[in-house]
């Protein structure tokens, strides 16, 4: 039988931003669901550079394979496109985790923030380089 999903997300495209939104805690089911679902949103920019926020201050956390899951997640984003990502957390201590669960995200072009306005903005200026 296979497992439930854990784990909510909305995502929202504009232009070449895709802004997600995390809540709850993620098993592998929930963490592939949520990958497979942006990863569609990234094909359908057709290989054009695009930049990810993603708003995390909700996730509780997951369970190992979730965070496998979303290592490779994030090696295919890097693959397909993707210029720069910001990803926001309530706690730093979070991020440290994800750091240490996912060695993916400790790409350059990874940015962790525990401020949502200071992650729109880093991401609006790495996009803006796209168009310079």
């Not at 995502?11 to 809540?23: D, F, R, S, W």
């Not at 592939?32 to 708003?55: C, H, S």
């Not at 201050?57 to 990502?85: C, F, I, Q, S």
């Not at 940015?111 to 992650?119: C, E, G, P």
Request: charged letters at 20%; proline letters at 3%; a negative charge.
């Amino acid at each position: 039988m296979p497992e439930a999903a854990h784990g909510e997300f909305t995502i929202q495209v504009t232009g070449n931003l895709i802004c997600t939104k995390m809540t709850g805690s993620y098993n592998e089911a929930g963490a592939t669901a949520y990958t497979q679902a942006v990863m569609e949103q990234v094909k359908r920019l057709n290989g054009k550079p695009f930049g990810i926020v993603a708003d995390n201050r909700g996730v509780l956390g997951g369970t190992p394979e979730a965070y496998a899951v979303l290592d490779e997640y994030n090696v295919w984003m890097e693959d397909n496109n993707m210029h720069a990502k910001a990803v926001v957390f309530n706690a730093k201590i979070m991020a440290t985790i994800l750091k240490n669960q996912s060695p993916s995200m400790q790409a350059e072009n990874i940015q962790m923030f525990t401020d949502l306005n200071q992650a729109n903005r880093w991401i609006e200026n790495k996009l803006e380089q796209i168009k310079a």
